[in-house]
């Protein structure tokens, strides 16, 4: 892994390969020394040693786990949708034997909530406010927050909550974010996607960790520029070959598990470069409080909404030979166009109810193209080896045409006419020979003849 300095400092991973150079900060003045307001000195006495409970107003006591070290500051972790799990203690024990003191907050259990996206979106801001004025009271030292996932808008919510009580205070130093999302919700095919009006009113330093495998990667530029709209100052920390859920994942791979074993090092560098950063004096204003939360996706193979059914994005791209090939040659057939990864297990075990429906097709005007999203032609090639299909697979080297259809899950697949228009879709993979599909991609084949 190595660091280098970019227009937005975006930290690159090279796997097994790593070369760690010298980053200059700018110092700033520390804070006035914390208040220990609230916080009994027996309470404070508990914290210096593992799990305790962290008192609330309202009565709320939020379970806290410590990884002590002797730092500077301290991190505040606050859980994912999928609640504390056991490679987040196993990153926070790495972090402290790196020298960074880490809190992790049960906050589901403070508040008796199951951990869901749901269980995350009834968490109170201002409580989850007095969460970090708790940690600042009792640590002593100044608090860089971070949370993963769907955990990064109540975190920043938390924190600009912070800020708006605490004007010119600069005890909360800046944020890390492991694969935020930040969506309202994840976007049917063809949406662009709506941001959390969080991500354009946060204002304190905010690093991002990106896995390169994970479908939020695509929407990273959007997230840049939601946080620069707001004030932030971003970093950035590409983690090629990487899906999210890395440091957790049961199935990690061999190069997930060396990046998560890596992960302290390079954290603790983060939290020192964050720790100098210069910060607002007040909270960033918030725009449209009133953005939907809570709609849920379609689920299943559904009528196409975009705005470019009619028009969708033009798809010129190669095979893993060389040979380049264009949709609009496909005119006069109804096509699957299926988006795709190897390292997606979704989208390989929908692949045999594919070739199913193209012998269901048969002679009849039936095409199937699976784009795949950012492999290299060895590993294309590799694969068609040992799985056989029997479609081709057009490479989509640097992703740039999933983005521009809109694709935010993996696998995504479009069904146009055989006019070319986008007829059906799906985010997420599905049998392709049950009959309801079977039912729909026979109503597109009579047209076409």
Not at 211 to 222: F, K, M
Request: proline residues 9%.
């Amino acid at each position: 892994m190595s660091f280098r300095p970019v227009a937005h400092l975006r930290f690159a991973v090279v796997a097994l390969f790593f070369l760690t150079c010298f980053i200059s900060v700018r110092a700033t003045a520390a804070g006035d020394p914390p208040a220990k307001a609230g916080v009994s000195p027996e309470h404070y006495a508990l914290m210096q040693f593992g799990s305790t409970s962290l008192p609330l107003p309202g009565g709320i006591d939020v379970p806290v786990e410590r990884f002590a070290a002797d730092s500077r500051s301290v991190v505040l972790w606050l859980p994912s949708e999928r609640g504390v799990q056991g490679g987040m203690k196993r990153l926070a024990q790495g972090l402290a034997e790196a020298g960074q003191e880490v809190l992790i907050a049960d906050v589901f259990a403070g508040w008796m909530l199951p951990p869901t996206d749901q269980s995350l979106r009834e968490l109170p801001v201002p409580e989850l406010a007095s969460l970090i004025d708790a940690v600042v009271a009792v640590s002593g030292k100044p608090v860089l927050l971070m949370s993963h996932d769907r955990g990064s808008g109540p975190l920043l919510a938390a924190l600009r909550e912070w800020q708006r009580l605490h004007p010119r205070d600069e005890r909360v130093r800046g944020v890390v974010l492991i694969t935020p999302n930040l969506f309202v919700r994840t976007p049917d095919p063809g949406e662009s996607g709506v941001l959390l009006p969080i991500a354009s009113a946060t204002n304190r330093p905010v690093a991002l960790i990106q896995p390169e495998l994970s479908p939020t990667y695509l929407r990273l530029p959007a997230l840049t520029e939601a946080l620069q709209k707001g004030g932030a100052r971003v970093y950035q920390m590409g983690l090629p070959e990487v899906r999210d859920r890395f440091f957790f994942r049961p199935d990690a791979t061999e190069v997930e598990q060396a990046v998560a074993g890596m992960m302290p090092d390079k954290l603790r560098q983060l939290v020192g470069l964050l720790e100098h950063e210069s910060l607002a004096a007040e909270a960033a204003p918030l725009v449209d409080v009133d953005a939907p939360v809570s709609a849920e996706r379609r689920r299943g193979l559904a009528p196409y909404a975009g705005k470019d059914a009619m028009s969708p994005p033009a798809l010129r791209l190669r095979d893993a030979e060389g040979v380049e090939h264009d949709l609009s040659a496909l005119r006069g057939k109804v096509v699957l166009l299926n988006f795709w990864a190897s390292w997606c297990p979704p989208c390989l075990h929908e692949m045999p109810s594919m070739e199913r429906l193209a012998a269901h097709a048969g002679e009849r005007p039936f095409a199937i193209v699976a784009v795949n999203l950012g492999e290299s032609p060895e590993r294309i090639r590799a694969f068609i080896q040992k799985v056989n299909v029997g479609f081709p697979i057009w490479l989509d080297p640097d992703k740039a045409s999933a983005r521009r259809w809109n694709v935010f899950a993996f696998p995504t697949t479009y069904l146009l006419d055989h006019e070319g228009h986008i007829r059906y879709a799906v985010a997420g993979g599905i049998e392709w020979d049950e009959p309801q599909v079977l039912s729909v991609v026979d109503g597109l084949l009579k047209e076409a003849q």
